[in-house]
């Protein structure tokens, strides 16, 4: 059986699907590494990206995040991960370490451990969202599709696969729960197909607000030039 890809709807300019899931974007949220669209404020969050200022003009904090163990869950012989990473080697960084998020993605891993091809739904256009505190996050504030607007991908037999989401724009002290939704199904989809409907993969991330150590220069240290003293006459 050939490997196809369907893709039953492009919700909007900012989202798309990719070479059968290898990468999607949305405003706000990237899987391999890039994002598109306005970023904006997150609630509880800071203007100021980079050093948050207490407004004394003397005290700067940063937002780091208590790196959480990775999560894992299987549905319909579908097994998902959910871990935090180095950015630049992709290993595993190990939990309770205090980390940025803009350095620190986090690693969505699909893992079909069957030897079938399993047909994954998302519903709604929509694969993953926030919940940020009290509130709940979806990528993009413009991404809006009916109940019959969904899209499909395969995965091959024992087909692994890893997306990378963004969290960089997350200046908050709140946590942060993303959740990923997918629904399987090892039969062709038709219209009467009943789908395994998956809780949400899901994992939580305590943020923290750091204060940055000031760093104070030293003062050039002048050296006066050493002359030999003059021989007696």
């Known amino acids: 059986m050939k490997r196809f890809c369907l893709s039953l709807l492009l919700c909007s300019a900012t989202i798309s699907l990719i070479g059968c899931g290898e990468n999607f974007l949305a405003a706000n949220v990237s899987l391999g590494g890039s994002g598109s669209g306005t970023q904006k404020p997150v609630p509880g969050g800071n203007d100021n990206s980079s050093n948050p200022s207490t407004g004394d003009g003397d005290e700067h904090y940063e937002y780091v995040a208590k790196i959480p163990a990775e999560t894992e869950s299987t549905c319909s012989g579908v097994q998902r991960r959910m871990r935090f990473i180095y950015a630049d080697n992709k290993q595993p960084i ?9 350095i620190s993605p986090l690693q969505i891993e699909i893992e079909n451990t069957t030897p079938n091809y399993v047909y994954a ?3 709604l256009c929509r694969q993953i969202d ?39 724009f997350a200046e908050t002290q709140e946590p942060i729960t993303v959740n990923y939704y997918s629904f399987y199904s090892t039969d062709l989809p038709k219209n009467e197909t009943v789908w395994d409907k998956c809780e949400a993969a899901q994992i939580t991330v305590i943020m923290q607000k750091r204060l940055i150590p000031k760093v104070i220069a030293e003062e050039p240290t002048i050296q006066l030039p050493i002359t030999e003293a003059e021989p007696m006459p």
């Open 130 to 168: 926030y919940e940020i505190g009290t509130m709940n996050i979806l990528p993009g504030e413009s991404l809006k599709c009916a109940a019959d607007q969904d899209s499909l991908q395969v995965l091959k037999p024992f087909e692994i696969r890893r997306y990378e989401v963004d969290l960089k």
């Open 121 to 123: 739904l998302t519903p």
């Open 94 to 102: 190990p939990p309770e370490t205090i980390r940025s998020l803009a």
